[in-house]
């Protein structure tokens, strides 16, 4: 395949304004602890959005964020969200003579508009259909993360603010979208118009050749519209069969199957028509199943994350960032390997390991820095970097 490959994406983008050393067992933070799933309160792991959080606590969210950070100014302001964070990633990964990697979003018109703008230039993302829509705030989430949470393996609450998602509709997409080898949704229960007519985009991208790739986020709204039920995703199960690759974390699984641990939640995604689907937890063994329609047939297995990335931390504990974005980079990574092994392969169909080895490469890196988005200091810079996980990564897989 000689000509350039094009990957189209769209779904979740904001500004995260960072905060470290926030400790999810002090008072101030208790006193907003969420009492069960969907209610409006805080969750370590979870999303919550600043009007749910408002009307759970009766305070205006500006009273609760001072009383929980002591209304400092961040630590960081990065790019967020999956479906930005996880096609920066993959911009980065892959070289621009072969391929080409778009997004597609909307702002407001803010200074936190601007912030966006200007870090996202200095990435190799195209950007030509990312831009303002609305007057509404662009969509930010102040992200708390405490580091010695989960026995120090850390872990971050996310207070989200949907803002302009709210306006960015499918008719905003555009014929260009559709027109991509590879189109992929991130994080799109947060833009709702996109995530309530995902069914219809993925029928549309389907019929038009191009690989999908999901991967999700979660879901407040719909755990607040029917707390203990499964979250809607596809529009009937047979739906599942329009996606190739489905990429979601345990806790993503366990809503969207509605199944009660991760063994049965695998069990169902392995029981629909899905092409392929990952489920990451943390820094335990991911699942992952290909039926064979787009990667060589796998059975359900397991797969450990990189023992090199807590080697590295345990080493120089100074080296050490923050879990922010790992997951949104390890989508990034697994669809960068799909590009590759799209443009190489020769009537073989792809390997769904090696695209986690480079999913678990880019998420392991992510520890390594503040924030979701790396900025290279010149292009090809994180190629090299996750090149040496992922090698070393390969090494490990291969003694099991």
Request: hydrophobic share 35%; with cysteine; aromatic share 10%.
């Amino acid at each position: 395949m000689s000509k350039k490959i094009i990957i189209a994406g769209t779904g979740c983008a904001l500004a995260d304004y960072l905060y470290t050393g926030v400790k999810f067992d002090t008072p101030q933070f208790l006193n907003y602890l969420s009492n069960q799933t969907g209610d409006g309160g805080l969750a370590p792991g979870r999303l919550v959005f600043t009007e749910e959080l408002e009307k759970f606590s009766g305070k205006p969210y500006a009273e609760i964020f001072s009383e929980i950070t002591g209304n400092r100014e961040p630590d960081a302001f990065n790019i967020g969200g999956p479906g930005l964070v996880s096609l920066i990633n993959t911009a980065q990964l892959l070289n621009r003579e072969d391929f080409e990697v778009h997004f597609y979003g909307g702002t407001g018109d803010d200074d936190t508009a601007k912030l966006i703008d200007q870090l996202v230039r200095k990435t190799p993302l195209n950007i030509d259909h990312y831009y303002k829509i609305s007057d509404k705030k662009t969509p930010f989430t102040d992200v708390l993360s405490d580091i010695t949470y989960d026995n120090h393996q850390g872990e971050r609450t996310f207070i989200n603010n949907i803002g302009a998602a709210w306006d960015y509709s499918p008719n905003l997409l555009g014929e260009d979208f559709f027109s991509a080898d590879i189109v992929c949704f991130g994080g799109t229960a947060l833009v709702p118009q996109i995530h309530d007519n995902l069914t219809a985009l993925l029928k549309r991208a389907k019929q038009n050749g191009c690989l999908t790739v999901v991967n999700t986020v979660f879901d407040f709204r719909n755990e607040k519209k029917n707390p203990g039920h499964a979250w809607p995703l596809v529009d009937t199960p047979e739906d599942y069969r329009l996606i190739d690759l489905l990429i979601m974390d345990c806790e993503e699984s366990l809503k969207i199957s509605g199944q009660k641990s991760i063994d049965q939640a695998a069990a169902f995604f392995k029981s629909q028509q899905i092409g392929a689907f990952i489920i990451t937890n943390g820094a335990r063994d991911l699942y992952a199943c290909s039926n064979g329609d787009l990667f060589e047939k796998t059975e359900l297995i397991k797969m450990p994350v990189s023992q090199k990335v807590a080697l590295d931390i345990a080493r120089n504990p100074a080296s050490k960032g923050d879990t922010t974005g790992c997951g949104d980079n390890f989508a990034g990574g697994i669809i960068a390997s799909l590009a590759w092994q799209l443009k190489a392969k020769s009537g073989n169909k792809l390997k769904l390991d090696e695209a986690i080895s480079w999913g678990v490469a880019s998420g392991g890196f992510a520890c390594f820095y503040v924030g979701g988005t790396f900025l290279e200091k010149e292009e090809g810079e994180k190629f090299k970097i996750v090149q040496e996980f992922e090698h070393d990564y390969k090494n490990q897989i291969s003694r099991l």
